[in-house]
T-cell receptor, first 114, second 110 residues
Framework: DADVTQTPRNRITKTGKRIMLECSQT?????MYWYRQDPGLGLRLIYY???????NKGEISDGYSVSRQAQAKFSLSLESAIPNQTALYFC?????????????FGPGTRLTVT | AQSVAQPEDQVNVAEGNPLTVKCTYS??????LFWYVQYPNRGLQFLLK??????LVKGSYGFEAEFNKSQTSFHLKKPSALVSDSALYFCAAHFQKLVFGTGTRLLVSP
């Protein structure tokens, strides 16, 4: 969905480095999410935010942090990257007022930690 | 614990034949159920959802899904498969947050 953009699209980094993945949306949605996708495991929720002042941990938040800089921006940070954080990362959005359960996904960021 | 299961890692079907991708869920209460599709190098795209009402839900690209409460299933179906339907399909359920199955790869052969 072009209304949800993620940068970078691909990133290779080394163990111990700090890295930030960014997500921006022009859909005007209030809710934003970060997921990681691993083969055979589906998508797992890392963090979610229902508005700028609301940040919540998902099922696999250890080793990650997030910042909701504005309604349209939600960034994910790996403070000290490790190889098992190699995965495909997706940002998603939803609209509390229109349909809070239907999420719109960005194109993904493929992260490799060596 | 709330969970979604997709028992098949891969489904193979010939073009023109009907297809079914299976999904079962484990939850207390009445879940909201979804199907998403992921094409290569793309994010997930919404296909259809069941909230309430008619057990047969129609969605995008000719797909439909049948909600069966007694079997706790929400199988995805299409009467006639296309090669372009080949993709990774995810079933999901909303229990306070969206919980995804592990995905099923659909391969449609010409």
């Amino acid at each position: 969905d072009a209304d949800v953009t993620q940068t970078p699209r691909n990133r290779i980094t080394k163990t111990g480095k700090r890295i930030m993945l960014e997500c921006s949306q022009t859909k005007g949605h209030d809710r934003m999410y970060w997921y990681r996708q691993d083969p055979g495991l589906g998508l797992r929720l890392i963090y979610y935010s229902f508005d700028v002042k609301d940040i919540n941990k998902g099922e696999i938040s250890d080793g990650y942090s997030v910042s909701r800089q504005a309604q349209a921006k939600f960034s994910l940070s790996l403070e000290s990257a490790i190889p098992n954080q190699t995965a495909l990362y997706f940002c998603a959005t939803s609209d509390r007022n229109r349909d809070p359960y239907e999420q719109y996904f960005g194109p993904g960021t493929r992260l490799t930690v060596t | 614990a709330q969970s979604v299961a997709q028992p098949e890692d891969q489904v193979n079907v010939a073009e023109g034949n009907p297809l079914t991708v299976k999904c079962t869920y484990s939850v207390s209460g009445n879940p909201y159920l979804f199907w998403y599709v992921q094409y290569p190098n793309r994010g997930l795209q919404f296909l259809l959802k069941y909230i309430t009402g008619d057990n047969l839900v129609k969605g995008s690209y000719g797909f439909e899904a049948e909600f069966n409460k007694s079997q706790t299933s929400f199988h995805l179906k299409k009467p006639s498969a296309l090669v372009s339907d080949s993709a990774l399909y995810f079933c999901a359920a909303h229990f306070q947050k969206l919980v995804f199955g592990t995905g099923t790869r659909l391969l449609v052969s010409p």
